[in-house]
């Protein structure tokens, strides 16, 4: 399989935190994309169009797809005809995963198990980045980090990462890791986009302090700050779709209206609404990669064109603050 052969010069990498590794600024996430949603042929085209400009992170959960694993087991159908050593792939675990008491949180038991599954259906002996998913307020936080140790240690992950933990969690995961000598926390992977800023609060600051990349997931916040539902709800979006109704829940008239707000200021840039959110996010420099969902490769090009975004202005930053207030 030939890839194109300028794919590493139309993509802009960033460093994650103080470590040594390197994301691009933009990332493809397989969680409402792939596997069981898109069948292979397609999610190929998705996954090929995404390496081809560049995109080398690819970010997984044990639970992605439909049924729960579908996405992991696409994507090991592909590896075999990708450059495994030039791709940074991704897995957590932490939500419900298989029936009974250690199917899902922050266990040791719950975290190896479901990182050995994961492996078994990525086809990969290692994963570049195998993150907590979620914090586990049951769990001994020691337990939960210890297991992201182990799994470094014993060469099936190669960085550790935690996602959706505020502060004080994540402050707390940090001094851990590091008063045991433990594998440190290497990315952390928040909700955070226009309309949803927690993260400014909770994570950014210590992600700072600490030397530790930040990843946005939902970066559009499910397709709400995109042009798809800024006239309705589309019959052939997902939102539409049976299995939708939490989407639809989401796109409420005060956050549709904002949207629309925001829309008009993108196009006053020269740009989409996704373009002009996916850049917002990536101009500070504490956030190191943005990672999008796509259900057609037209989708990854769009939204890697937020990296030719022009600067935002003062009035600019005023104006979609004032947008999203």
């Known amino acids: 399989m030939a890839f194109a052969a300028d794919r590493y010069e139309r993509m802009r990498y960033r460093r994650c935190g103080r470590s040594g590794l390197m ?20 999610s190929k085209r998705i996954v090929y169009t995404a390496f081809d400009l560049g995109i080398t992170h690819f970010d997984f959960a044990n639970n992605y797809g439909t049924p729960a694993g579908a996405s ?40 190896i198990e479901s990182c050995e599954a994961s492996l078994k259906r990525l086809r990969v ?40 933990y ?27 986009h226009l309309l949803a800023r927690e993260a400014e609060r909770e994570v950014l600051p210590t992600a700072e302090r600490a ?15 995109t042009d798809r539902y800024l006239a309705g709800i589309p019959t052939d979006s997902r939102a539409a779709q049976e299995g939708g109704s939490w ?40 956030v190191t ?3 999008i969902g796509a259900s057609s490769p037209e989708q990854v090009r769009t939204n890697v064109r937020c990296l030719d975004s022009p600067p935002f202005s003062p009035a600019d930053l005023t104006d979609i603050d004032a947008a999203c207030a």
């Open 247 to 286: 989407l639809r829940s989401t796109l409420t008239p005060d956050r549709l209206d904002k949207a629309r707000r925001l829309d008009v200021i993108a196009k006053r840039r020269g740009q989409s609404l996704a373009e002009m959110s996916l850049a917002w996010l990536l101009k500070d420099p504490r």
């Open 72 to 111: 992991e087991a696409l994507f090991g159908r592909l590896i075999p005809e990708l450059p495994r050593e030039e791709l940074v792939i991704s897995s957590k675990a932490g939500y419900r995963m298989w029936p009974g008491p250690y199917g899902e949180w922050g266990s040791r038991k719950y975290l």
């Open 23 to 42: 994301l691009p600024a933009v990332s493809l996430g397989g969680w409402q994309a792939i596997g069981g949603y898109r069948d292979d042929e397609h």
């Open 289 to 291: 990669s943005v990672l």
């Open 125 to 164: 002996d290692h994963v570049d980045i195998f993150y907590s998913h979620r914090f586990d307020p049951d769990t001994p936080l020691e337990e939960t980090l210890g297991a992201l140790e182990t799994l470094v240690r014993q060469g099936k992950a190669l960085y550790a990462g935690i996602s959706s």
């Open 211 to 225: 030397g530790v990349g930040v990843i946005a997931f939902c970066p559009l916040a499910q397709g709400l700050l």
């Open 166 to 192: 505020p502060d004080p969690h994540f402050s707390n995961a940090v001094d851990i890791v590091r008063a045991r000598s433990w594998a440190p926390i290497t990315i952390h992977q928040p909700y955070y």
